[in-house]
T-cell receptor, first 112, second 112 residues
Framework: ETGVTQSPTHLIKTRGQQVTLRCSSQ?????VSWYQQALGQGPQFIFQ???????GRGNFPPRFSGLQFPNYSSELNVNALELDDSALYLC???????????FGPGTRLTVL | KQEVTQIPAALSVPEGENLVLNCSFT??????LQWFRQDPGKGLTSLLL?????REQTSGRLNASLDKSSGRSTLYIAASQPGDSATYLC???????????FGKGTRLSVIA
């Protein structure tokens, strides 16, 4: 148990739809990062939030957006879904930049 | 730009064998290196974290080493068991407020 939870576990959407994925971090973990993991690949960094502000972003288009809330929860929103967005989406939290990152179980998104 | 490579991509060994998984990174300026385990369709479980000032870390049957000068890390698993079957990912943390950079993983199968 990492203390990081994600919902939903699985999700099926159609192309063009919008989706919101949720993550609940450990208490006191001010930094949350989101990663996309395609089948057979390592996780790719989407963006990172620190104290409710985005402070880092990977090579993902603006239709990927997020929010972080004071209660250590966060959201990943994806608009105009494409088939290639099908992947496992992972969130990870940590207390400080140099700490171990604790990952949630992920949300498996399938876009048809 | 940091890149992380893991060799081999897949490995199958008989139960009881000792084995080594390899990880290489292109930029020696890292803050730490972390090894994760991932079961099929699941999130990441942190196994070992090695700070840049350390040479190795041990946990039970696992031992991870770090050689920053050569850009290499190894994960040694002693007396492998079928329950060790999973994908093992290594990830480097560059300096500053930056995300983890992952390799694609090594898929390990331990045959009873």
């Amino acid at each position: 148990e990492t203390g990081v939870t994600q919902s939903p576990t699985h999700l099926i959407k159609t192309r063009g739809q919008q989706v919101t994925l949720r993550c609940s971090s450990q208490s006191g973990h001010n930094t949350v990062s989101w990663y996309q993991q395609a089948l057979g690949q390592g996780p790719q960094f989407i963006f990172q939030y620190y104290r409710e502000e985005e402070n880092g972003r990977g090579n993902f288009p603006p239709r990927f957006s997020g929010l972080q809330f004071p209660n250590y929860s966060s959201e990943l929103n994806v608009n105009a879904l494409e088939l290639d967005d099908s992947a496992l989406y992972l969130c990870a939290s940590r207390r400080q930049a140099t700490d171990t990152q604790y990952f949630g179980p992920g949300t498996r998104l399938t876009v048809l | 730009k940091q890149e992380v490579t893991q060799i081999p991509a897949a490995l199958s060994v008989p139960e009881g064998e000792n084995l080594v998984l390899n990880c290489s990174f292109t930029d020696s300026a890292i803050y730490n290196l972390q090894w994760f385990r991932q079961d099929p369709g699941k999130g990441l479980t942190s196994l070992l974290l090695i700070q840049s000032s350390q040479r190795e870390q041990t946990s039970g049957r696992l031992n991870a080493s770090l050689d920053k000068s050569s850009g290499r890390s190894t994960l040694y698993i002693a007396a492998s068991q079928p329950g060790d079957s999973a994908t093992y990912l290594c990830a480097a943390l560059p300096p500053g407020n930056t995300p983890l950079v992952f390799g694609k993983g090594t898929r390990l199968s331990v045959i009873a």
